[in-house]
């Protein structure tokens, strides 16, 4: 037989092989036993394979991970064979016995700390990748530009963008892998809901960055090498991928930094049960000491080595997990932890002392205090392992107030402009002249509105999936105003517009719930997911609730907008006089100009609704 296994934790493994006999191989089976520590048999299970012919070949796939092994347990296993003598009777021939050992707890630690280590390479090489793929892309424009290469050469070109595509992908497919096999362990180790779910959720970013966004660049690729070379058609085509390529460059970046803070808290939720339990060992110890049916120099050494063991987790553990917290883009503030450590440590330091002068009852108070700051200590490590950081909380309340107000400010200045271009904003050269300049003041202010919510989507898991859907749409309906305006397509450009307006909306909703949660927690100092936690539950008359109907009623304009687009109202013409769908979208309103169009009579009421607000984000 042959036997081959995954390159990662060697979970999942294939045997192959051939049994002969003279007349025929009358039954063929893996067999696998699960032992535990002291190698006591637990369960026996077989699987028959191919038989019934005298030369047999067989492969079977077999997953460890699927038997749920604890710490410490084996699994033993091997291929018995039987021939098929009807005269003697039936004899076996089994293989060599092969096995896999679960590994203990601090082993489990050592390998998942590798593991780690490796995906931060992998997503270092990819994001290298991707920063050189992004000078490809500049560079091969300014070729098209200046006519400085021919069909064939622009194939190959592009031929070796898709091969470099494909490597990240491939290297994306080792990412996920391995964080499949991160996530089996957190399993074995019983983390808890809250991390379970960050893993899922950076599972699900992983899976769009190789299933979506690079997947979509290599058919981009693809398509293009099948077409024939057309010079401003190739040049846009491939500065919308050098667009697509800088987000998946970003979004490497910030899945990088999420892995990271997830490493770290799963080691911080790790050393808070083992404080837990060595504060369960001080009250047992405390009970002993009340009891007094040992001798004081035998509490003594048990109070010893107690102290021994916390010195271990500050010494090994505690240290491993602040290292971890500096290497973070936004460590956090560890100092309470440090200290409530070190406090319980004196303790347990006096409590040996008074016992050493047979000093019980002082003793006592000492091991009463230590058992109360291990389990302060074990908590404080629980709620910052759920995010619960909360001068980090207070930190990002304060930047997410920030960014809602900006996006806000940013749907109104848009829905201005749309309306201005709409009633009457194409009429002169002067005024397309200013409204094309306040479409790019409005891009430059969308991408420094679109680089806050990335910083924010580092420190907060839960967003960052719509951050990255809104601010891709936000970006490419802003670029493709932008260029419409540029183009005297005025019906294209409103599209745009609308359609920004809409992934903006959306981004103000999102940190609308996020700013509620986030107040929800600091307000209660307990519990919480790092920002996306327990449903707040607002009053009809809230802040946020009146936020939300300000957020949705811009939102009904949009819709109001677009279902025109579809029942093809009449509208603004587009450059030449040519009517389309994207002149459509200024088509609310009689058209002649009065201001009386969707919004373009209600600019005190905007005006009033955006003050409110601002002065509600505020």
Same mark, same amino acid.
């Given at each position: ?551 949705? =009623?811009? &939102?009904?304009? $949009?819709? !109001?907008?677009? *279902?025109?687009? %579809?029942? #093809?109202?009449? +509208? /603004? @013409? ?7 769908? =994207?002149? &459509?979208?200024? $088509?609310? !309103?009689?058209? *002649?100009?009065? %201001?009386? #169009?969707?919004? +373009? /009579? @209600? ?16």
């Amino acid at each position: 037989i042959q036997v081959l296994k995954d390159s990662t934790l060697a979970q999942q493994i294939l045997i192959t092989g051939t049994a002969g006999d003279d007349y025929l191989i009358s039954k063929n089976q893996f067999v696998y036993q699960i032992l535990d520590a002291q190698q006591k048999v637990l369960r026996i299970g077989n699987t028959n394979l191919k038989s019934g012919i005298q030369v047999v070949q067989f492969s079977h796939y077999f997953d460890v991970g699927t038997l749920g092994l604890k710490p410490g347990q084996q699994v033993n296993y091997y291929i018995e064979v039987w021939d098929n003598d009807a005269v003697n009777g039936s004899k076996s021939k089994r293989s060599q016995t092969m096995n896999w050992k679960a590994p203990s707890l601090k082993e489990m630690d050592k390998l998942m700390a590798e593991n780690a280590e490796k995906m931060n390479s992998t997503i270092s090489s990819s994001a290298a990748q991707a920063e050189a793929m992004q000078e490809a892309y500049k560079e091969m424009q300014k070729e098209m530009v200046n006519s400085n290469t021919n069909n064939w050469e622009r194939n190959q070109k592009l031929q070796f963008m898709a091969e470099k595509n494909m490597e990240m992908k491939q290297n994306l497919e080792t990412l996920k892998k391995r964080f499949e096999e991160q996530i089996k362990q957190g399993q074995e180790k019983g983390l808890s809901e809250n991390l379970k779910e960050k893993q899922e959720a950076l599972k699900k970013q992983i899976d769009n960055l190789k299933d979506k966004q690079l997947e979509d660049l290599l058919k981009k690729l693809q398509e293009l090498m099948q077409q024939k070379q057309q010079q401003q058609k190739d040049v846009n085509d491939l500065k919308q991928m050098e667009q697509q390529n800088k987000l998946f460059q970003m979004d490497m970046e910030r899945l990088q930094e999420l892995m990271k803070k997830l490493e770290t808290q799963v080691a911080m939720e790790n050393l808070a049960k083992k404080v837990d339990d060595l504060a369960k060992k001080q009250e047992q110890l405390l009970d002993k000491t009340n009891k007094a049916n040992e001798s004081t120099q035998d509490l003594k050494k048990q109070q010893e080595a107690l102290k021994a063991q916390l010195d271990q987790l500050m010494k090994e553990d505690l240290k491993d997990i602040e290292k971890k917290n500096e290497a973070l883009q936004t460590p956090q503030h560890m100092e309470d932890i440090k200290e409530k450590g070190e406090e319980a440590g004196e303790k347990m330091d006096n409590s040996s002392e008074q016992l050493n002068k047979e000093n019980n009852s002082e003793s006592q108070k000492s091991q009463k205090q230590a058992k109360n700051k291990l389990q302060e200590m074990s908590k404080a490590l629980n709620a910052m392992a759920a995010g619960m950081d909360m001068k980090q909380i207070d930190i990002d309340i304060k930047a997410t107030r920030q960014l809602l107000t900006n996006l806000i400010r940013f749907s109104f200045d848009q829905e201005q402009l749309l309306n201005k271009l709409k009633n009457g904003g194409n009429t002169s050269l002067k005024k397309y002249q200013d409204l094309a300049k306040e479409q790019n003041r409005l891009k430059i202010n969308s991408e420094m509105i679109k680089d806050s919510l990335f910083s924010l989507s580092k420190r907060i898991f839960e967003i960052a999936p719509t951050i990255n859907k809104e601010t891709t749409d936000l970006d490419n309906n802003i670029g493709g105003a932008v260029n419409a305006l540029g183009n005297r397509n005025f019906g294209e450009a409103l599209t745009h517009q609308q359609y920004a307006m809409t992934a903006s909306n959306n981004l103000a909703l999102l940190l609308n719930e996020l700013l509620a949660n986030l107040m929800q927690q600091q307000s209660q100092g307990k519990g919480g997911s790092g920002g996306m936690g327990g449903k707040p539950k607002p009053g009809s008359g809230s802040a946020s609730g009146m936020m939300k109907d300000i957020i949705t =009623g811009q &939102q009904k304009m $949009g819709q !109001g907008m677009q *279902q025109m687009q %579809g029942q #093809g109202q009449p +509208g /603004g @013409q587009q450059a030449g006089g040519s009517q389309g769908k =994207g002149s &459509q979208a200024g $088509g609310q !309103g009689n058209g *002649q100009g009065d %201001g009386q #169009g969707s919004g +373009g /009579g @209600q600019n005190g009421d905007q005006n009033k609704s955006e003050q409110q607000a601002e002065k509600i984000a505020r």
